[in-house]
């Protein structure tokens, strides 16, 4: 016996012996990495040639705000397969083209868009306005595709020339909503849905109870969605000085040209204008060397990507003590209940960053930058509370509306001194509603039932046991009494009568300039106008602009410091030497990704704690 204990002793001390030497390792080699990644970008950081190309390389999807991500998870991800997009900040962007602009050594900007997801036309149109900007110091900006997508050559017709592969083709195919119905295969299930609504045009639970769009959603969908179509062509018609006829909106057309280039899609776009020439990867290479000069070491053109560059000009910048400040504070994704991390809204979290804005003496104004189809009623009034101690405090609150603020995203707006949107914003959506699934139908196919007492007839209603009508009626009189409070809340902000707001309301989608003929939204206008409005607001006339964003806690700073350097995949020497390294399949398939991991994601953000919900799940959808 003695001796298998002592057996048994060795094993164990041989596989913990085993296990921190392998993770000793791991330690070391990642922090010998990471030191080696540092003297590297500095060797990397160190020049810029002059006449260069600073190639916007642009991979994964443009937000607000970027998601939480743990930073050890985040330096390893380039190991998994199951990892979602990157994110990129649209301000980033617009940072890395306006110190461009300015740049002597910048002679070029060449749009790399292969990899860029999804984006809606607001943000976009964002770094299309800094596009211009820098063509209007004489400089020149190229887009090269294998493959264009609708967003992705929307960006790229702000180019002076747009090249596109020789086995390449371009995907304009207009905007559309196309929600997946599932009432009869939860009618198989014998799952019982309870649905509790207000508003005609508040949609969000027809696929619970339908198999089809209501002939009101589809009335209300064609409007806002041709409206965003007519702003796409309008942009792009310009952009490449053609004609809004130029956009095939018909199968019979868009077979009839196809067939004049004998099934040549790449043909079909030059045909139609929609690109300047087509090249291979190589050829374009060749012709970027004539125009800023060949790197000796990568034997291409002299080039710094958007990050790198990005890194660059940011370590030429100096902190300086700031003076009265304008706080922007950011309220991206689901609206829910409690502490959320950054990329999602919460309404305890997100009202903490107000706070902290209104109990700073040097905020004198405050702009809350929205992008969100809504969520949870009880955290979006949360949030407003909390604009309105703001405003209590005598400091000025502007709401910013980017690409989406509906539902509980204009809620959360709605008593700012003053609405601005973009015109490609989606806004509206006003209008409540909640749900409930219970399986007693389904438990009884099982065999299996529920049953007991209670001290109340409140107790009788449960998810095993179904809801009783008279509980069913309060639940709804709960929603109507949440839509009564919604519309109030509108027409008290806004100063226009009750009556007026339940009309332009009923959960029915607005695109900006209808909701500024309405009075919902007071000026049309960017980011950077909505922070003017503040300053003006204020009195302001020299100020700094400040985000407030999510504390991190000591030990998130440290492994920052550690693994923020770097990911694995910089780490591991991953070089690319030419313009475009991935496929357009590659690309599509991310984009079908995306979509299933948003679908998948909706359950866990109904997190009310009364069960009433404001949110435009359409909204969110058209990218």
């Known amino acids: 016996m003695d001796y298998v204990k002592t057996v ?93 602009a300015d740049d002597s050594r910048i002679k070029v900007i060449v749009l790399d868009l292969k990899s860029l997801h999804r984006a ?86 027809e696929p619970f109870i339908r198999n089809d769009m209501s002939e009101a959603a589809k009335e209300a969908n064609r409007l806002w969605l041709g409206e965003l179509w007519t702003h796409y062509k309008n942009d792009v018609s310009l952009n490449r000085k053609f004609d ?29 204008k929609w690109v300047d020439k087509l090249a291979t990867r190589q050829e374009l290479t060749e012709e970027l060397i004539g125009l800023v000069g060949e790197d000796d070491k990568t034997k291409s053109f002299n080039r710094i990507a958007f990050q790198d560059y990005l890194d660059l000009t940011r370590l030429n910048q100096f902190d300086v003590p700031m003076g009265d400040k304008v706080a922007v504070v950011v309220a991206k994704g689901s609206i829910m209940d409690g502490k959320q991390r950054a990329g999602e809204i919460g309404g305890d979290s997100t009202a903490a960053l107000l706070k902290k804005a209104r109990l700073d003496d040097k905020v004198k104004a405050v702009v809350l930058r929205i992008d969100s189809g809504g969520g949870s009623m009880f955290a979006s009034e949360i949030i407003r509370n909390e604009v309105l101690a703001i405003k209590a405090a005598g400091k000025p609150v502007v709401a910013s509306m980017g690409s989406v603020a509906a539902s509980g995203g204009y809620w959360i707006a709605a008593s700012a001194n003053e609405i601005w949107a973009s015109e490609n914003t989606i806004t509206g959506s006003i209008g409540v509603f909640g749900t409930i699934m219970t399986i007693e139908n389904s438990l009884k196919k099982l065999g299996i039932y529920s049953d007991g007492v209670g001290t109340t007839e409140l107790q009788g209603s449960s998810f095993t046991r179904g809801i009783d009508p008279k509980m069913a009626n309060v639940i709804q009189k709960g929603v109507e009494n949440a839509y009564d409070k919604f519309i109030t809340v509108v027409s008290n902000s806004r100063n226009i009568p009750k009556e007026k707001v339940n009309e332009i309301a009923q959960g029915r989608v607005w695109l900006a300039p ?25 009195n302001l006339d020299h100020y700094d602009v400040e985000v407030v964003e999510h504390d991190l806690t000591e030990q998130e700073k440290l492994i920052q410091k550690i693994f923020g350097v770097a990911s694995v995949k910089s780490l591991m020497g991953g070089v690319y030497s030419s313009i475009a390294d991935s496929t357009a399949l590659s690309g599509l398939i991310g984009m079908a990704q995306d979509t299933l991991n948003t679908q998948t994601k909706l359950i866990k953000q109904y997190n009310d704690p009364n069960g009433v919900y404001s949110r435009c799940i359409y909204c969110e959808s058209v990218q």
């Open 244 to 272: 809004q006829s130029n956009f095939d909106e018909t199968l019979d057309t868009f077979v009839e040209k196809l067939e004049q280039t004998q099934g040549d899609y790449a043909q079909y776009a030059l045909q139609n």
């Open 514 to 538: 209808q909701a500024l003929e309405f009075g919902l939204v007071d000026k049309l206008g960017s980011k950077d106008d909505a922070i003017e409005a503040a300053a003006a607001l204020a």
């Open 120 to 205: 809606h036309l607001d943000k976009l149109k964002s770094i299309g306005v800094a596009l211009n900007d820098f063509k209007a110091q004489g400089k020149q900006v190229i887009a090269y595709g294998d493959y264009y997508s609708q967003a992705q050559y929307y960006l790229a017709s702000y180019a002076d020339e747009v090249v596109l592969h020789p086995y390449g083709g371009v995907s304009i195919d207009g905007f559309g909503v196309y929600p997946i119905y599932f009432k009869d295969a939860l009618d198989k299930l014998s799952i019982t849905q309870h649905v509790f609504r207000v508003g005609t045009y508040k949609s969000a639970v």
């Open 8 to 100: 048994f002793r060795f094993l164990w001390k041989a596989i913990n012996f085993s296990r921190n030497l392998i993770l000793n390792l791991i330690f070391f080699g990642i922090l010998f990495a990471v030191i080696f990644s540092i003297e590297e970008n500095e060797q990397t950081h160190a020049m810029v040639a002059q006449d260069s190309a600073l190639v916007l390389n642009l991979s994964g999807i443009l937000v607000e705000e970027k998601r939480y991500v743990d930073p050890v998870e985040a330096a390893f991800s380039d190991f998994s397969d199951d990892k979602e997009p990157a994110e990129i900040l649209v301000d980033d962007v617009v940072e890395a083209i306006k110190n461009a």
